[in-house]
T-cell receptor, first 111, second 116 residues
Framework: GNSVTQMEGPVTLSEEAFLTINCTYTATGYPSLFWYVQYPGEGLQLLLK?????DKGSNKGFEATYRKETTSFHLEKGSVQVSDSAVYFC??????????FGKGNQVVVIP | GAVVSQHPSWVICKSGTSVKIECRSLDFQATTMFWYRQFPKQSLMLMATSNEGSKATYEQGVEKDKFLINHASLTLSTLTVTSAHPEDSSFYICSAPNGLAGETQYFGPGTRLLVL
């Protein structure tokens, strides 16, 4: 079945540092890939998405490229801010809008 | 943007009682909604798909009689945790796809359930 794997553990970094969160997936067919963000006390929000191989999703300075050859969708941001502190979830949709999520990564940005 | 609400935001109940959680799409219609369960520091686990006008579709391992789902209208789905026990304590989240936005799903803020 479909599954998503995110790197283990929280991520702590200083303001203006470069952020990378790894995400790999296993799926049949050609899924759509998503990054969702959950700010403290709020519901999940779509951060960006890509629907086919080599597509790059981007939003708020974050980027992720759909890599079919490596089955990856790593999230990157060149210069993080304190306001980026949140939990980030990688997800895929294999059809019928059913989402499979990774475990999520807590990102803490220190001033 | 599209908004999904949940009510209540948190609930504490005694073991053996039933708890109803509502999920509403406020500014769009949703023929399908999804219910997830999230354990502390873990991912969201899809429990079931709520279908307006037909029975819900449950994921493997989810007890249908334990987690009753009713999609009462195009803007409302309810999840009832029947005869709740402490192991049912969790964070329950719903989502709804907005057809106009393609595959984008909009999530409710979640309901924290604590069963004593």
């Amino acid at each position: 079945g479909n599954s998503v794997t995110q790197m283990e553990g929280p991520v702590t970094l200083s303001e203006e540092a470069f952020l990378t969160i790894n995400c790999t997936y296993t799926a049949t067919g050609y899924p759509s890939l998503f990054w969702y963000v959950q700010y403290p006390g709020e519901g999940l929000q779509l951060l960006l998405k890509a629907t086919k191989a080599d597509d790059k999703g981007s939003n708020k300075g974050f980027e992720a490229t759909y890599r079919k050859e490596t089955t990856s969708f790593h999230l990157e941001k060149g210069s993080v801010q304190v306001s980026d502190s949140a939990v980030y979830f990688c997800a895929l949709s294999g059809g019928n809008n059913r989402l499979a999520f990774g475990k999520g990564n807590q990102v803490v940005v220190i001033p | 943007g599209a908004v999904v609400s949940q009510h209540p935001s948190w609930v504490i109940c005694k073991s053996g009682t039933s708890v109803k959680i509502e999920c509403r799409s406020l500014d769009f219609q949703a023929t399908t909604m999804f219910w997830y369960r999230q354990f502390p520091k873990q991912s969201l686990m899809l429990m079931a798909t709520s279908n307006e006008g037909s029975k819900a579709t449950y994921e493997q391992g989810v007890e249908k009689d334990k987690f009753l789902i009713n999609h009462a209208s195009l803007t409302l789905s309810t999840l009832t945790v029947t005869s709740a026990h402490p192991e049912d304590s969790s964070f329950y989240i719903c989502s709804a796809p907005n057809g106009l936005a393609g595959e984008t799903q909009y999530f409710g803020p979640g309901t924290r359930l604590l069963v004593l």
